[in-house]
């Protein structure tokens, strides 16, 4: 036999057997951690959409105050001539 042919008796030998058992107590634990999970996740989001409506508010905030599409006034005042 060739290591191919070895090797794939070897992986029907695995999907041919039974499966494994399975501890009474891992979907207690699935749902437990997928629930913490959920609340992170959601805690993240509510916590993301906050901070991002927290900042553009600052952003409009500062655009009224600031007014950066105004030209500055001039520092120096323009010579006199013609006196």
């Known amino acids: 036999m060739s290591p191919p042919d070895r090797k794939e008796i070897q992986v029907r030998r695995i999907l041919d057997a039974p499966p494994p058992a399975v501890p009474p107590q891992l979907y207690a634990d699935a749902v437990r951690?997928?629930?913490?999970?959920?609340?992170?996740?959601?805690?993240?989001?509510?916590?993301?959409?906050?901070?991002?409506?927290?900042?553009?508010?600052?952003?409009?905030?500062?655009v009224s105050v600031a007014q950066p599409w105004v030209e500055p006034p001039s520092e120096t005042t323009p010579p006199l001539t013609g006196w």
């Open 33 to 62: 951690r997928g629930g913490r999970l959920l609340r992170r996740r959601r805690w993240t989001r509510r916590l993301t959409w906050f901070l991002l409506t927290a900042a553009l508010l600052a952003f409009v905030i500062w």
